[in-house]
């Protein structure tokens, strides 16, 4: 029974690994973005990213309910206190959970520096706009409209 639970999660792991690699591509495509300005772009990324997180988080609840099972099944509070010999395929759960994690430390990274990038752009459009706002007030200030009389005074 625990040894095919065991390859559910094996399969989870999988699929999860698979959407990974899918989000570490988009990610990538997202700093690329980021660098182009192309801020259209940049929401259809995000949306892509946000379901594939959702599909991710439906796959770790699965892994998670499996994982419980198992706990109480075996009378044990992690899995790797199962005996490899016994259940051999808990050695490939262990190189595709471990293959995950490196995989997630990619994204962090790319997620770090598309984080850094896009600080930098908004700091650049701020920067535009104190421009803007201190062009428009100079433009007031020279085209104010004349309330009171002006008199010249022709003496020479």
């Known amino acids: 029974m625990i040894e095919g639970q065991i390859e559910e999660l094996i399969d989870l792991a999988e699929k999860k690994y698979e959407l990974l690699e899918h989000m570490h591509d988009i990610t990538r495509t997202q700093l690329k973005g980021i660098e182009d300005g192309d801020m259209d772009g940049l929401n259809r990324i995000l949306d892509r ?3 594939l997180m959702r599909r991710i988080d ?18 044990i ?3 790797y206190e199962l005996s490899p010999v016994e259940y051999p395929n808990l050695e490939k759960l262990k190189g595709v959970v471990g293959s995950i994690s490196t995989k997630l430390e990619a994204i962090k990274a790319l ?32 085209n104010a409209p004349i309330v009171d009389n002006i008199f010249i005074d022709e003496k020479k």
């Open 77 to 79: 509070e992690d899995i």
């Open 49 to 51: 990213k946000d379901g």
């Open 58 to 75: 439906d796959l770790d609840l699965s892994f998670m309910d499996i994982f419980s099972e198992i706990k109480g099944y075996g009378g």
């Open 111 to 142: 997620d770090d520096e598309n984080r850094r990038n896009m600080g930098e752009t908004l700091d650049g459009i701020k920067a535009e706009l104190r421009k803007v706002r201190k062009g428009q007030e100079a433009y007031r200030g020279y």
